[in-house]
């Protein structure tokens, strides 16, 4: 679901199933594309029993582009 803050960003919660499990997440940002990405990145992170997003670990170098 998406919402507009008061901030003049967006509030982005999406659900990602794998087989038999589901996580839930969340981002906010000013760009609706930015905040609907980084929340299913934190949704596939939480899938993969991560505790930090996905996006930080992606920046480390901790999260290839394909890899899953």
């Given at each position: 679901?998406?919402?507009?803050?008061?901030?003049?960003?967006?509030?982005?919660?999406?659900?990602?199933?794998?087989?038999?499990?589901?996580?839930?997440?969340?981002?906010?940002?000013?760009?609706?594309?930015?905040?609907?990405?980084?929340?299913?990145?934190?949704?596939?992170?939480?899938?993969r029993?991560?505790?930090q997003?996905?996006?930080?670990?992606?920046?480390?170098?901790?999260?290839?582009?394909?890899?899953?």
């Amino acid at each position: 679901g998406r919402r507009r803050l008061a901030s003049g960003r967006e509030a982005v919660v999406v659900r990602v199933r794998h087989g038999q499990s589901e996580a839930t997440g969340q981002a906010a940002s000013t760009d609706s594309i930015e905040a609907s990405l980084k929340a299913y990145l934190s949704a596939v992170g939480s899938l993969r029993g991560e505790h930090q997003p996905a996006v930080a670990q992606a920046a480390r170098g901790g999260v290839r582009a394909g890899a899953a």
